[in-house]
């Protein structure tokens, strides 16, 4: 029983992970070919460039996963933490700890490469590796 709320908990992370990311998804499926709304002069590219890098700048590509034995009774590192972060450090670090009878799963919301609440070390070791250190 509590396998299966753990699972339906994890599918509800997922799905409002997925409506935060749905927004910048629909806004990078541009196809590459179509040049309609393009500017022809040099300073229009600038100004499309630019608007790009700042696009760029809020999508989730700092991605890191921790995978990790929570509890000394079990093994095949099955717990995890997955930080999923833009280049400001803000997104959110996903983590599920499986025991022999029950997983639990915690969505934690990172601003500025910082938690407002305290961070497992598994969960900080995620951040980090997703910030590149």
Same mark, same amino acid.
């Given at each position: 029983?509590?396998?299966?709320?753990?699972?339906? !908990?994890? =599918?509800? $992370?997922? &799905? %409002?992970?997925? /409506?935060?990311?749905?927004?910048? #998804? @629909?806004?990078?499926?541009?196809?590459?070919?179509?040049?309609?709304?393009?500017?022809?002069?040099?300073?229009?590219?600038?100004?499309?460039? !630019?608007? =790009?890098? $700042?696009? &760029? %700048?809020?999508? /989730?590509?700092?991605?890191?996963? #921790? @995978?990790?034995?929570?509890?000394?009774?079990?093994?095949?590192?099955?717990?995890?933490?997955?930080?999923?972060?833009?280049?400001?450090?803000?997104?959110?670090?996903?983590?599920?700890?499986?025991?022999?009878?029950?997983?639990?799963?915690?969505?934690?919301?990172?601003?500025?490469?910082?938690?407002?609440?305290?961070?497992?070390?598994?969960?900080?070791?995620?951040?980090?590796?997703?910030?590149?250190?």
């Amino acid at each position: 029983m509590s396998l299966t709320v753990s699972v339906l !908990a994890l =599918l509800v $992370a997922l &799905a %409002a992970l997925g /409506l935060e990311l749905a927004p910048r #998804v @629909r806004r990078s499926r541009r196809d590459p070919g179509d040049v309609s709304d393009l500017p022809e002069d040099a300073l229009g590219l600038r100004h499309e460039v !630019a608007a =790009l890098r $700042a696009e &760029a %700048a809020t999508a /989730l590509k700092n991605l890191a996963v #921790v @995978r990790y034995d929570a509890f000394e009774d079990t093994g095949g590192k099955l717990s995890w933490s997955l930080a999923l972060l833009d280049d400001r450090g803000d997104g959110t670090v996903l983590t599920s700890i499986h025991g022999r009878t029950e997983a639990r799963t915690y969505a934690k919301t990172i601003t500025g490469w910082v938690c407002e609440q305290p961070l497992s070390p598994e969960e900080s070791d995620a951040v980090e590796r997703a910030r590149g250190r």
